[in-house]
């Protein structure tokens, strides 16, 4: 069987979407686990977009052992000095860099002409080679360029020193036929096809992102760019464990292997979900809480017969435990320690102490503390550990015949706040009370509360999405209150606001105009 490159953009793609951003050490923690998981490339970022992707982009590649690391640039010399900077010191790294080939492109965005944008691609592959021997080129909407063109784009860039050549559907445009087709006459026509690697990179607009790219590898491409849970801009990218279940599942039709573990697709999912508190839709093939659920009695009762009656894999093989060992107030460092690894949370000693301390408080309010208690309690600490606002206390009194009001503590940039505020209902005390204390005039635009399990003293999870000068983002918190939970939560949205590059840095942007 022949070996597919897992390519995971998680990091930069994935992460520009609304709602998905992530801090230094979120991202960390994410490469951590696609390390685990086997990609052969992490894309950790765009180090000339921001000085916050520049650090994390740098610190990937310092920290994470096993893929090669690469960063995005234009074909920019500026970009591509930057990417380098970023990784000069890590083991195995790479540059991608990228110029739009298609009219649209060329025209609007770029206002080049074609012959101006073979000479950049050649200048900025040229340059990009000086500092590695790992330069991938991509074509920016090469599935709406003329194919003639892209041929001479691409040989182009192999003789400049290339030897990775993406293909991005970057609008989510094509059909599989189409991709079929378009990669079988790069593979015959591109100089020196037969010594590089086709790579494939598929947006999800009309839902084709995974058959696109399977069908790219049929056609012989041999990389896929994917994303963990499909993150990405737009509808997404196309979905690493989608993509590695067709292989593993269908392995006689395909005959082509990757690296990735199976059993972490589904503890990396988990762990994407709750650092961005972008949730899954139940539906959602591998990693849907509905995904290896079976309701219709005709299904139970086949699956109790023979589980291949109805199941194509096993939950086990992507990672999904079925026994929901419970903790309680008399469990140990060890066995917290235990459960949290099988979840997927490698934790340092440092934070593991942390998570015990607020699992003993949870188990002393709850009896039963469950897995998804504990993804609660670990992802509610990742995220305070480097915030700028932190809830210390929160007192709210509400009644039938009395006005909401809140009394709430912050420590802000590390200096302790307090304030007082009115509201239609507890939660809106609570939130205008935050509101006043943070200054941040950010407008509420969804909140929804669910319980994270059953019982009346299980945790409630509520998730907000707030606004801000035109930026959205989510805000997740868990607490056996719902009141102190809302107010977590929309300190969550907050700090992640607080984060955006925008809200300190003047000159970044992750657009990619200006190539
Ligand atoms: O979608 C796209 O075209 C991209 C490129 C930068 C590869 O993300
Ligand atoms: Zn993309």
Known sequence: MEKIRIFDTTLRDGEQSPGCSMSIDEKLMMAKQLARLGVNTIEAGFANSSQGDFESVQMIGHEVEGPMIV??????????????????????????????????????KLNLEPDAVLKKAIQAVEHARQYTNNVEFSAEDATRSDPAFLVELFSAAVRAGA????????????????????????????YRADEIIFSVHCHNDLGMAVSN????????????????????????????????????????????????TSEQLFPASRLLTKITGSVVQANKAIVGANAFAHEA????????????????????????????????????????????????FHLEEEELNRVFVDFKRLADRKKEVFDEDLEALVSQGMRVSNDHYVLKSITVSSGTHMIPTATVVMEIDGEIKKEAGFGDGPVDAALNTIRD??????????????????????????SVTIEHNGRTTTGRGADTDI?????????????????????????SSKSFQGV
């Open 483 to 507: 009141v102190v939970a809302s107010a977590l939560a929309f300190i969550n949205g907050i700090n992640r606001l607080s984060r955006m590059p925008h809200m300190h840095e003047k000159s």
């Open 163 to 190: 030897t990775i050549l993406n293909v991005p559907d970057t609008v989510g445009y094509t059909m599989p036929e189409e991709m079929h087709q378009l990669i079988t006459r790069l593979k015959n026509e591109v």
């Open 71 to 108: 960063s995005l640039a234009r074909a920019r010399k500026d970009d591509i000095d930057r990417a380098a900077e970023a990784l000069r010191d890590a083991k195995n790294w790479g540059i991608h860099t990228f110029i739009a080939s298609s009219p649209l492109h060329m025209k609007y």
């Open 437 to 462: 204390l943070t200054h941040f005039d950010c407008q509420l635009t969804a909140y929804s509360v669910k319980s994270i399990t059953g019982g009346t003293d299980a945790q409630g999870q509520v």
């Open 297 to 344: 009695g005709i299904h139970q009762d086949g699956v109790l017969k023979h589980a291949l009656t109805y199941e194509i894999m096993t939950p086990q093989s992507v990672g999904i435990k079925t026994n929901n060992l419970v903790l309680g107030k008399h469990s140990g460092r060890h066995a917290l320690s235990d459960r949290l690894e099988t979840l997927g």
């Open 213 to 260: 790219s399977l069908a790219a590898l049929r056609a012989g491409a041999r990389q896929v760019e994917c994303t963990v849970n499909g993150i990405g801009e737009r509808a997404g990218n196309a979905a690493m464990e989608e993509i590695v279940m067709a292989l593993n599942t269908r392995q006689q039709l395909y005959n082509l292997d990757c690296d990735v």
